[in-house]
């Protein structure tokens, strides 16, 4: 196995632990939890292709991991800030009492 | 692939495995940022120093404690009567398993084509990432600061407490 290939298969168990997270649990945080190791997994396979790519001096990969890091911390704040609103109004974090779109 | 890859990469496997696994909130935030170490360690494995850097900034500095954070203000740490996982969980597992082994099975059978291995480090100092990031890509940046600010005004919007509602 290559190192590339290494890389990107931990990247790719990464992102099936975090989308089962995400999946799975019934807490929104830990569903936040699941989708930032997912956008993780993402950012490793670019800078690995980056690493491992023909023209690393161009810098594609790196750019598009470091505002993939940016677009990413925007996401969880306003994710995170969503998940208190929604605790504030129903008391509660669990997903799975969350069944309707008005009120 | 070396011990030191194949160690990095055991802890950060672990670290998300735990933090999507454990009951506690506040210990899955804690696994959390053990992963965000690994992915930084990864990063600088790479010689992506300056990713492997903001990755410790932004992730392991602001969004882990904005986990926190989150799961201290909606009591998130108590752990429900009725279980941790949701009650269709057999079906979110399935679908994440598939999606692995469609991912694995892409990345093993496309190994031939991948490049190859014995590339030296590419020389990239942070000058000319802050070159690349000024020159070429000086309109992504600008639309990311825009986006960062919309963001923060966004959240402290969605969060802030409505006049009307009762306590």
């Known amino acids: 196995m290559t190192p590339l290939a290494g890389y990107l298969m931990v990247a790719a168990m990464l992102f099936a632990i975090g989308l089962a997270g995400a999946l799975t649990r019934r807490n929104a945080i830990l569903v936040l939890i699941g989708i930032e190791l997912m956008l993780n997994a993402a950012n490793l396979n670019l800078i690995a292709f ?13 750019m598009f991991a470091i505002f993939s890091i940016a677009v990413a911390a925007a996401e969880a704040a306003v994710g995170l ?12 974090t669990d ?3 969350m069944n309707r779109m008005k009120g | 692939m070396t011990f030191i890859f194949y160690l990095i990469s055991a802890v ?6 735990l933090a999507v696994l454990l009951k506690n909130t506040v210990h899955c935030a804690l696994a959390l940022t053990v992963a965000f170490a690994g992915l930084a ?8 120093q300056f990713a492997g850097f903001a990755q410790i900034l932004v992730y392991i500095g602001a969004v882990a404690i904005l986990v926190v954070f989150a799961i201290l203000l909606t009591k998130g740490s108590e752990t429900p009567k009725d279980g941790v996982y949701s009650k269709n969980w ?7 398993a598939g999606v692995f082994a469609t991912l694995g099975w892409a990345v093993m059978a496309s190994v031939k084509a991948l490049p190859n291995q014995n590339v030296a480090a590419p020389a990239v100092s942070v000058l000319d990432i802050g070159n690349a990031l000024m020159g070429r890509y000086v309109l992504p940046l600008e639309i990311v600061a825009l986006l960062l600010t919309a963001a923060l005004v966004g959240a402290v919007i969605v969060a802030m407490h409505e006049k009307e509602e009762v306590k």
């Open chain 1, 95 to 97: 997903l799975d009492a």
């Open chain 1, 81 to 92: 800030g969503l998940v208190i609103h929604i605790h504030r109004h129903a008391h509660s």
């Open chain 1, 50 to 62: 980056w690493r491992y790519g023909p023209h690393p001096e161009a810098l594609t990969g790196m």
């Open chain 2, 90 to 96: 057999p079906v979110g597992l399935v679908i994440a």
């Open chain 2, 41 to 48: 360690l990864l990063f600088l494995k790479l010689d992506a």
């Open chain 2, 12 to 17: 950060t496997l672990a670290g998300g495995l």
